[in-house]
């Protein structure tokens, strides 16, 4: 004999797995196309992955429903009054579908986003026609990396059926009043243009939001529809279950361009697509967008001087001599109150640890010379390489250079930057200021001239001298986002934060008793620079490799992408059999730190 609500048991073995499942799922490890020589979460091939533990988001929603739906339901079912009264109604059916989209959805990126037709978000609240609630759009799961959306509807043929009568009497109601003899209802059919149900009303607003919310710049996602308790093929004669306009309401969602899925998914294993398991291995553009601190490195005394014998040897380089520090004491005495001044002093050991494990590094594999081997893999012969960067990074480059860099460094950053008068300059300064005191041989990578952008921002005129390489859809997301980020300043703010940008040879001669101005904040986030946002828009508008020390900037960035796109347009996406050349190149490369620690030698730079 089977036991009363047999159903609600089986749901509940249901939840109770799908329970389990969640607690331990992990999204899709994603490839970005972003080279890590920095030896910090990285892959093979310097491949970046993000973090397999990384929150998919809307999870913890999912995970919270199945577990409060899964307590309510067992307290019901232990509840030995529970056999005499009516099932108890629950969401298990709809969570179990969602879960089972999630869990065969190709590149899932998010579940439970709320998506808005309206430009703003609050302009959607004063809408009222049923296509729009007040909460926005709502998509059960984002996949294949953006571009699909997936709706879970478990509505019953009875639910609808309650539908179609309810409009039927109203239509029935209005031919009785209208008195012209001609019903608009023949034979249990509603003439298409006053057909509409729940179920079309989703589809429109589904459509209307993926309108509004295109994937990347301009590909619109496509919609699916899974509808797990539809039944279109019972038979017509039983009229308390089947009606011919379930079958007509699945036509027009067809014909609206919905993908229509009907009944529960079978199985809980995804089909894996073969090439995604292929390593995807990233290389850099033959044109280098350079960063601030991509300057500062290619500077630095860490990159050029010569490697310490040991890991001892890297940490006594940067311990100043005794008579130094009894100096250095008195000194932050003397221009400060606080008694604790001194402590402030000796707290800055951690200064030189920094300097240290930057030499340690340099030890393993050396900036220059990862350079070197991964641009030479792309022009055997560097003579394709050409570098360029912002007149702002520039600018600020020289103007750090001037306070704290050593006599070497500053000479490096004469002979890298002084040249760099305007973005078409052909004059090839003399090499040997820049490689002279430089463990490497002249020339060992085409450093000079290092090229500047003719405007602080890409426009349509300061474009067309260029020739951008084809974009990628993550190319194309991180140039909107820049865009985004720097479309919320205040252009008359920035002017006064900083002076133009000098193009005289050693502008910081002028200026070393001044302050280096701070450097401008975004308003979107605080987190991020204005000249480090102008650097990657510049990079990913024309389609170069951006090299980058900022890694916390790069983080940073990613996560306004996603919030933007969803996450939708961070993974890398394989390249049609003719695109590969396009497929494989880098939109950002990211290097380990190295600062101006020619100042901070104990040695004197004496080598």
Request: some cysteine; glycine content about 4%.
């Given at each position: 004999?089977?036991?009363?609500?047999?159903?609600?048991?089986?749901?509940?073995?249901?939840?109770?797995?799908?329970?389990?499942?969640?607690?331990?799922?992990?999204?899709?490890?994603?490839?970005?196309?972003?080279?890590?020589?920095?030896?910090?979460?990285?892959?093979?091939?310097?491949?970046?992955?993000?973090?397999?533990?990384?929150?998919?988001?809307?999870?913890?929603?999912?995970?919270?429903?199945?577990?409060?739906?899964?307590q309510?339901?067992?307290?019901?079912?232990?509840?030995?009054?529970?056999?005499?009264?009516?099932?108890?109604?629950t969401?298990?059916?709809?969570?179990?579908?969602?879960?089972?989209?999630?869990?065969?959805?190709?590149?899932?990126?998010?579940?439970?986003?709320?998506?808005?037709?309206?430009?703003?978000p609050?302009?959607?609240?004063?809408?009222?026609?049923?296509?729009?609630?007040?909460?926005?759009?709502?998509?059960?799961?984002?996949?294949?990396?953006?571009?699909?959306?997936?709706?879970?509807?478990?509505?019953?043929?009875?639910?609808?059926?309650?539908?179609?009568?309810?409009?039927d009497?109203?239509?029935t109601?209005?031919?009785?009043?209208?008195?012209?003899?001609?019903?608009?209802?023949?034979?249990?059919?509603?003439?298409?243009?006053?057909?509409?149900?729940?179920?079309?009303?989703?589809?429109?607003?589904?459509?209307?939001?993926?309108?509004a919310?295109?994937?990347?710049?301009?590909?619109?996602?496509?919609?699916?529809?899974?509808?797990?308790r539809?039944?279109?093929s019972?038979?017509?004669?039983?009229?308390?279950?089947?009606?011919?306009?379930?079958?007509?309401?699945?036509?027009?969602?067809?014909?609206?361009?919905i993908?229509?899925?009907?009944?529960?998914r079978?199985?809980?294993?995804?089909?894996?697509?073969?090439?995604?398991?292929?390593?995807?291995?990233?290389?850099?553009t033959?044109?280098?967008?350079?960063?601030?601190?991509?300057?500062?490195?290619?500077?630095?005394?860490?990159?050029?001087?010569?490697?310490?014998?040991?890991?001892?040897?890297?940490?006594?380089?940067?311990?100043?001599?005794?008579?130094?520090?009894?100096?250095?004491?008195?000194?932050?005495?003397?221009?400060?109150?606080?008694?604790?001044?001194?402590?402030?002093?000796?707290?800055?050991?951690?200064?030189?640890?920094?300097?240290?494990?930057?030499?340690?590094?340099?030890?393993?594999?050396?900036?220059?010379?990862?350079?070197?081997?991964?641009?030479?893999?792309?022009?055997?012969?560097?003579?394709?390489?050409?570098?360029?960067?912002?007149?702002?990074?520039?600018?600020?480059?020289?103007?750090?250079?001037?306070?704290?860099?050593?006599?070497?460094?500053?000479q490096?950053?004469?002979?890298?930057?002084?040249?760099?008068?305007?973005?078409?300059?052909?004059?090839?300064?003399?090499?040997?200021?820049?490689?002279?005191?430089?463990?490497?041989?002249?020339?060992?990578?085409?450093?000079?001239p290092?090229?500047?952008?003719?405007?602080?921002?890409?426009?349509?005129?300061?474009?067309?001298?260029?020739?951008?390489?084809?974009?990628?859809?993550?190319?194309?997301?991180?140039?909107?986002?820049?865009?985004?980020?720097?479309?919320?300043?205040?252009?008359?703010?920035?002017?006064?934060?900083?002076?133009?940008?000098?193009?005289?040879?050693?502008?910081?001669?002028?200026?070393?008793?001044?302050?280096?101005?701070?450097?401008?904040?975004?308003?979107?986030?605080?987190?991020?620079?204005?000249?480090?946002?102008?650097?990657?828009?510049?990079?990913?508008?024309?389609?170069?490799?951006?090299?980058?020390?900022?890694?916390?900037?790069?983080?940073?960035?990613?996560?306004?992408?996603?919030?933007s796109?969803?996450?939708?347009?961070?993974?890398?996406?394989?390249?049609?059999?003719?695109?590969?050349?396009?497929?494989?190149?880098?939109?950002?490369?990211?290097?380990?730190?190295?600062?101006l620690?020619?100042?901070?030698?104990?040695?004197?730079?004496?080598?």
């Amino acid at each position: 004999m089977a036991r009363p609500h047999e159903e609600l048991y089986e749901l509940c073995d249901y939840l109770r797995s799908v329970s389990v499942g969640l607690d331990s799922y992990e999204p899709e490890p994603q490839d970005l196309p972003i080279i890590d020589s920095s030896g910090e979460e990285m892959g093979e091939m310097g491949v970046v992955k993000t973090q397999t533990r990384e929150v998919l988001p809307g999870l913890r929603f999912l995970r919270e429903e199945v577990k409060r739906d899964l307590q309510v339901l067992q307290k019901f079912l232990d509840d030995p009054g529970s056999t005499s009264l009516l099932p108890l109604s629950t969401n298990a059916p709809y969570l179990v579908a969602v879960w089972q989209e999630l869990l065969q959805a190709s590149g899932a990126v998010a579940i439970y986003r709320t998506f808005h037709i309206a430009a703003h978000p609050q302009a959607s609240r004063k809408l009222k026609n049923g296509s729009v609630t007040e909460h926005g759009v709502k998509v059960d799961v984002v996949a294949d990396n953006g571009r699909r959306w997936i709706r879970v509807n478990t509505i019953k043929n009875s639910r609808i059926l309650m539908e179609f009568r309810e409009m039927d009497s109203y239509l029935t109601s209005s031919d009785e009043d209208d008195g012209d003899g001609h019903s608009s209802l023949k034979k249990g059919k509603l003439i298409p243009q006053e057909f509409d149900n729940s179920v079309l009303r989703m589809g429109r607003a589904l459509l209307g939001a993926a309108r509004a919310n295109p994937h990347g710049s301009n590909e619109i996602p496509s919609v699916t529809m899974r509808l797990t308790r539809l039944n279109p093929s019972l038979s017509d004669t039983d009229y308390e279950k089947s009606d011919s306009r379930i079958a007509y309401t699945i036509d027009c969602l067809q014909k609206m361009g919905i993908d229509v899925q009907l009944g529960e998914r079978q199985g809980i294993m995804k089909e894996m697509d073969n090439i995604s398991a292929q390593p995807v291995v990233f290389e850099p553009t033959t044109h280098i967008n350079l960063d601030l601190s991509a300057l500062i490195a290619l500077i630095s005394d860490t990159t050029h001087s010569h490697l310490p014998r040991d890991p001892e040897d890297a940490n006594a380089r940067f311990i100043p001599p005794q008579r130094y520090v009894e100096w250095k004491k008195q000194r932050v005495r003397m221009l400060s109150d606080s008694p604790d001044a001194t402590s402030t002093w000796e707290d800055s050991g951690i200064h030189s640890k920094v300097l240290a494990d930057q030499a340690q590094q340099e030890m393993k594999k050396g900036l220059l010379q990862d350079m070197h081997d991964r641009l030479r893999s792309i022009s055997p012969d560097l003579q394709n390489i050409q570098f360029w960067t912002t007149q702002e990074a520039r600018q600020r480059c020289l103007q750090i250079v001037s306070k704290i860099a050593g006599t070497r460094e500053r000479q490096r950053a004469e002979a890298l930057l002084s040249c760099s008068i305007c973005s078409q300059t052909t004059t090839i300064p003399t090499h040997h200021r820049f490689w002279v005191h430089s463990r490497y041989q002249s020339n060992f990578i085409p450093l000079m001239p290092v090229r500047l952008y003719p405007s602080s921002e890409p426009d349509a005129a300061s474009l067309e001298s260029f020739q951008p390489n084809p974009s990628s859809p993550f190319m194309t997301s991180l140039a909107s986002t820049c865009r985004n980020i720097l479309s919320q300043e205040d252009i008359s703010r920035l002017r006064e934060s900083h002076s133009p940008p000098s193009h005289s040879a050693a502008p910081y001669l002028s200026n070393d008793e001044g302050e280096i101005p701070p450097a401008a904040v975004t308003l979107a986030n605080p987190k991020l620079t204005v000249h480090t946002v102008q650097s990657m828009l510049w990079g990913a508008a024309l389609g170069w490799t951006t090299l980058t020390t900022n890694r916390s900037s790069v983080k940073v960035l990613l996560k306004e992408m996603k919030r933007s796109t969803g996450g939708g347009a961070l993974a890398y996406e394989f390249p049609d059999e003719d695109e590969t050349t396009r497929g494989s190149k880098a939109a950002i490369w990211m290097v380990k730190p190295r600062s101006l620690a020619e100042g901070s030698r104990s040695d004197c730079c004496s080598e």
